[in-house]
């Protein structure tokens, strides 16, 4: 939404109830100056519309008592002949130089015969039709038997040619002969367009006293055209006459009689406008071109009489009346505005003043804000209101600050006690990377050039992020994360496998006592127990060595591993027994073994799989994270284990340790951060991403982390390498965690620039002093790394 200033709005409120007050008034003028002209144009229209009603109706009625007054003449009885020969032909020519617009007369019996006399005039259209000669002036048409023939007379009725045609016309089938036979007087035809001459006519017909014999006369409506041109009151107006179709068949504007021209106007708007309007005068649009119109019934069948008028020229006054009017009222706004301007300075200027201490407020500067002077008694109680809620926002702030404070370190302070071998991880992290972030806000090399985080809110919302960097391990069971051999889960399973071994070489010592009491040679079976319990003796050092995970497990030593794991045992006792409800689940009824059961001495069990369930894979992938997701939950297969290659993870074992960060991720973005505060996710998020998408979760690559996440990434590694409170390791030097650190560099897991920075800054040495034990304290040659 655009906004203004309140001077702004106050002028063009001024300004707005002005203009509407004169557009209310010019609008008034308006609408009764077009009423004026509407009533004034009714009236004539009413005028033309009864001239031309009375033309049309005492046209109607002549060309009906020509009919009726030849309705006697025996000369139209005499059978049809061709040619001039009929009786009638010298009538129909004196009929048709009197009666102007009298196209045809023609005749037809009963029996099919047909006699027409055509007038051709000037019609180009009306020669191409019959395809007559130059100087013809009379066309007859005689139908007799199936045969039509064309007699072409000149204007003294001398023949000039004749032509016979194979079109056969059987009069018998047109709508005039049908009606005329079946009416007891004249009838009158709807209009149509005539076959010879292409223009729009109606025919009038009349039966005969001689039965089936009819006669009628085509008069063509364009003849119209002259009289409706006398009617018209002013160049733009047109008068017109349109059938059902909404064709016009005569108009004031056409020029030629003798045509009905190609451009035949759709009267469709003026119809719809008096069907929407219901009134006797309307005003519509076409083409961009305004008009009244009036419309009415003629007395010809669906033929109505149209009169429109452009309304530009009648309006051309009253239109130049409302641009004077409209200037005037321009020049009194225009005076207006100094008056409204002087006027709205007087309560403009405390408006500021209070705008400048909401900015305060805006931005947080709760102790700048100041009681403004104004004799505004509303500003004053606002002004007095914004102090009042500075000093208790500020108060509120405050608490929340320390209520947020204690929270993040209460969970950071749970994800360290929840091990003894992280403790302390989540304080100092933040130690190191408020360091580093401080140094790269104020350096001007390299990527830090552009790069600030200064502001107090940013460096609060840094430093929460890296508080809660490792919160989603608060989800992480213990035994992962201190697993510390192969074995370990919540005890270590080397004490069964050991006891496993404690029962061969009981079965071992038990074999040599049954053989010296069957009388076998005591030397050579001591020697047999001797040797089988020596071989037991190596290979569960073997196993126990290889539970530490100190080694890399190269494949021959997993091929041991298994091979060991072929030798069998017996067990006596039903394993299921005395286990809980959901382990139990875990054990395969169906191929329970019968007891006594032999036994591999290690094995990969389906009891030791905990299948991954309910997992949302939709959720994972909108995250966008990528970290391969093992099939099960947990595998504590021995043989499985005790052949991971290195370390004591196995892959569902790393899986969990990385979905700290997934878990830290998905708890923070549903935290409902201020807007100061939304990059937290992000900060605590990332640290494990490499600049070569390598890391986890999201493999994201240097161009997707901010130097922020790269400053949070390092200073994970470097408080790791040097924490000397976990147990199963011991603490590096200073100097062989900076060498670790370089090697990371080389391989893109850290960024360089900002490597050297803390190198620069000589900041491993500042936390060197305060976090490190004095043994671990040495000299580091920085130079070699820069």
């Not at 066309?139 to 023939?149: A, E, I, S």
């Not at 009158?188 to 729009?200: C, R």
Request: charged share 25%; hydrophobic share 35%; with cysteine.
């Amino acid at each position: 939404m655009i906004k203004h200033s309140i001077r702004t709005n106050i002028l063009t409120i001024f300004l707005i109830l002005i203009g509407l007050i004169s557009f209310s008034l010019l609008t008034t003028q308006y609408y009764f100056n077009q009423q004026l002209i509407a009533n004034s144009t009714n009236k004539t229209f009413q005028i033309i519309t009864k001239n031309i009603s009375a033309h049309i109706q005492k046209s109607n009625q002549r060309i009906k008592n020509l009919l009726l007054s030849n309705k006697d003449d025996r000369n139209l009885y005499q059978d049809i002949k061709l040619g001039k020969n009929h009786q009638a032909f010298k009538e129909f020519i004196k009929i048709i130089q009197i009666y102007k617009g009298i196209d045809s007369i023609y005749l037809a019996n009963k029996n099919g015969a047909f006699y027409q006399v055509v007038e051709m005039g000037e019609s180009e259209i009306l020669y191409n039709f019959y395809k007559a000669p130059k100087k013809t002036k009379w066309t007859v048409v005689t139908c007799l038997k199936g045969k039509t023939t064309y007699l072409f007379l000149n204007k003294n009725s001398i023949q000039l040619s004749s032509r016979d045609i194979d079109k056969e016309y059987n009069p018998l089938q047109r709508e005039w002969y049908k009606q005329a036979i079946h009416s007891k007087k004249e009838i009158m035809t709807e209009s149509y367009i005539f076959a010879d001459n292409d223009m729009y006519g109606i025919t009038y017909a009349l039966e005969l006293e001689k039965r089936g014999t009819v006669l009628a006369i085509d008069f063509t409506l364009n003849t119209l055209n002259t009289f409706l041109k006398l009617q018209k009151y002013e160049e733009n107006s047109e008068i017109f006459l349109f059938n059902n179709n909404e064709e016009k068949v005569a108009s004031s504007n056409w020029i030629k009689n003798n045509l009905r021209p190609d451009d035949i106007s759709i009267v469709h708007p003026l119809k719809e406008a008096f069907l929407k309007h219901n009134t006797k005068v309307v005003k519509y649009t076409i083409q961009q071109d305004s008009y009244f119109a009036s419309y009415a019934p003629t007395e010809y069948k669906n033929i109505f009489l149209g009169i429109k008028l452009n309304t530009k020229n009648l309006l051309n006054p009253y239109e130049r009346y409302m641009k004077y009017s409209l200037y005037i009222a321009l020049i009194l706004l225009l005076a207006s505005l100094p008056i409204i301007f002087f006027a709205t300075t007087l309560i403009i200027k405390p408006i500021r003043a209070l705008i400048k201490e909401n900015e305060k407020i805006k931005v947080r500067e709760f102790t700048k804000v100041r009681r403004i002077e104004t004799n505004i008694i509303e500003f004053i109680e606002l002004s007095d209101s914004f102090v009042l809620m500075s000093n208790s926002i500020q108060e509120y702030q405050k608490a929340q600050e320390q209520l947020l404070n204690a929270i993040v370190k209460l969970i950071a302070e749970a994800v360290d006690a929840k091990s003894a071998y992280t403790g302390g991880h989540c304080e100092r992290v933040p130690q190191i990377a408020q360091l580093l972030i401080k140094e790269a806000s104020n350096s001007t090399h390299s990527i830090f050039k552009d790069f600030s985080l200064k502001s107090k809110d940013e460096l609060r919302e840094f430093e929460i992020g890296a508080w809660l960097h490792d919160c989603g391990k608060v989800t992480t069971p213990e035994y992962v994360v201190d697993k510390s051999t192969k074995l370990e889960t919540i005890n270590d399973r080397i004490h069964e496998i050991r006891t496993r071994f404690e029962v061969l070489w009981r079965d071992a010592q038990i074999e040599y006592l049954q053989a010296r009491l069957r009388g076998e040679d005591e030397k050579s079976v001591l020697l047999t127990m001797k040797t089988t319990q020596n071989i037991l003796l190596e290979e569960f050092s073997f196993i126990a060595n290889a539970n530490i995970g100190g080694e890399y497990m190269s494949p021959e030593k997993q091929a041991r591993i298994k091979e060991i794991a072929n030798r069998e045992w017996q067990r006596n006792f039903d394993d299921s027994l005395g286990l809980g409800e959901v382990e139990i689940l875990r054990y395969d009824r169906d191929n329970e073994q019968t007891l006594p059961a032999t036994e591999k001495l290690l094995s990969d069990k389906k009891q030791h799989i905990i299948k991954r369930e309910n997992f949302d894979y939709a959720s994972y992938k909108s995250h966008g994270f990528k970290e391969e997701i093992p099939k099960n939950l947990y595998n504590y297969g021995e043989i499985y284990n005790l052949c991971i290659a290195k370390g004591t993870l196995n892959t569902e074992e790393r899986y969990k340790i990385n979905e700290h960060v997934i878990l830290t991720i998905k708890m923070l973005e549903k935290i409902p951060f201020p807007s100061h505060m939304t990059k937290i996710p992000e900060y605590a998020g990332t640290h494990h991403e490499t600049l070569i998408g390598t890391g986890y979760p999201r493999k994201l690559t240097k161009k997707d982390l901010s130097i922020p996440a790269r400053i949070m990434a390092l200073a994970d590694v470097f408080e790791a390498l040097t924490a000397s409170d976990r147990p199963y390791k011991k603490a590096k030097t200073l100097s062989e965690s900076i060498k670790i650190l370089s090697f990371m560099v080389k391989d893109e897991h850290l960024d360089a620039d900002i490597f050297k920075l803390f190198l620069k800054s000589d900041l491993h040495n500042v936390y060197a002093k305060k976090y490190l034990e004095p043994e671990q304290i040495d000299k580091v040659d920085i130079e070699q790394y820069l």
